[in-house]
């Protein structure tokens, strides 16, 4: 009798077993099948072949400002290395727009400074995003902006690297309204300051300067301030971008990227407000998802007379870049109204 009892317990053990393997199997293909889904949700392309410039009536973007919770990063007396030098990469001739490769010649540089457009404040790009986290197929995120209702929208997420370095698989196996809020930040923020092309990678962690903004194509973009667009071109690598200088009466002079532009609807020489509408977002140049490039860069010593975007080939170290460039949300935090 006992020993039958002691095999009916075996039994019962292994039947627990077996059950307990299908169900860690099953949540483990889950939460890797959800991480799956949110890293093609980043990595999925929509290529356009062609951009063209047109004019546009001015739109303007809301003062919208996420939080910015960045740990300043100390500073590294390092020497300087030929790295941190800005690339003197040239610009493709433009195949989009005649005005795109006559815009080139156009400075703003030798304009008198008592004549050039203010700052006046900064705003944030854009006014609203996608509300990434909760969508699930690819025909949900591939839907260009004029095609998503206002109840696809979310307010533009806060910049916490706390939060945007959390490991997607711990965030997609639960999808709580904060997990699909932290998601919709990683995706939005898909690329961080210096970071590394992975939805986990924090700051300094690779080469890329500036931020990268994931939205749908066509979704409007503002200037981040006032100021004068210096450039609208094209190359391989921003693809079709515009370049906006501005000048602050103390802290001297800035230049404003936007890049892999659908389309743009400022010319060289135009006077921009802040929140005026710049262009669309698209996929040109080096892009593997519809997302906005957007960087700001200071004036070199020996300034070319069309700004060439800050593009070291090694990662710099947090001085070395502060030399050339500076960090976008931070930039429309220090000089917001």
Not at 24 to 52: D, I, M, W
Not at 55 to 62: C, E, G, L, P, R
Request: glycine content about 6%; hydrophobic content about 35%; some cysteine.
């Amino acid at each position: 009798m006992h020993t039958k009892n002691r095999v009916r317990a075996f039994c019962k053990e292994q039947r627990s077993a077996i059950v307990l393997g299908l169900v860690g199997g099953l949540l483990g293909c889950a939460l890797q099948n959800g991480s799956a889904h949110f890293t093609a949700h980043f990595q999925q392309r929509v290529p356009r072949e062609n951009s063209v410039i047109i004019s546009k009536q001015i739109h303007v973007v809301a003062e919208a400002t996420p939080d910015l919770i960045i740990p300043i990063p100390p500073p590294q007396p390092e020497p300087m290395h030929p790295a941190a030098s800005p690339s003197m990469e040239p610009s493709s001739s433009s195949s989009t727009s005649p005005d795109a490769s006559s815009s080139s010649s156009s400075s703003a540089l030798s304009e008198s400074t008592d004549t050039f457009p203010a700052m006046q404040f900064t705003v944030h790009p854009i006014d609203r995003v996608p509300n990434w986290g909760a969508m699930r197929t690819p025909e949900q995120w591939n839907r260009p902006y004029n095609r998503m209702s206002d109840d696809d929208f979310v307010p533009i997420p806060r910049y916490d690297l706390l939060e945007l370095t959390t490991p997607l698989t711990s965030l997609a196996g639960n999808l709580t309204s904060e997990n699909i809020r932290i998601i919709t930040a990683k995706l939005y923020y898909s690329t961080r300051f210096f970071g590394a092309y992975d939805l986990d990678s924090g700051e300094f962690t690779g080469t890329h300067a500036g931020i990268d903004l994931k939205l749908p194509i066509g979704t409007p973009v503002g200037a981040l301030t006032g100021g004068r667009v210096q450039a609208v071109r094209t190359d391989d690598r921003l693809g079709l971008h515009v370049i906006i200088e501005h000048h602050h009466p103390t802290d001297g002079t800035f230049f404003s990227v936007y890049g892999h532009l659908d389309v743009a609807s400022v010319r060289a020489g135009q006077d921009v407000t802040p929140g005026q509408m710049i262009g669309t977002v698209g996929t040109t140049g080096q892009t593997t998802a519809p997302h906005l490039h957007l960087q700001i860069d200071r004036l070199a010593d020996a300034e070319p007379s069309i700004h060439v975007p800050y593009h070291p080939s090694a990662q710099p170290s947090a001085l070395e870049a502060a030399r050339f460039t500076v960090h976008p949300l931070r930039f429309i935090q220090t000089y917001r109204r």
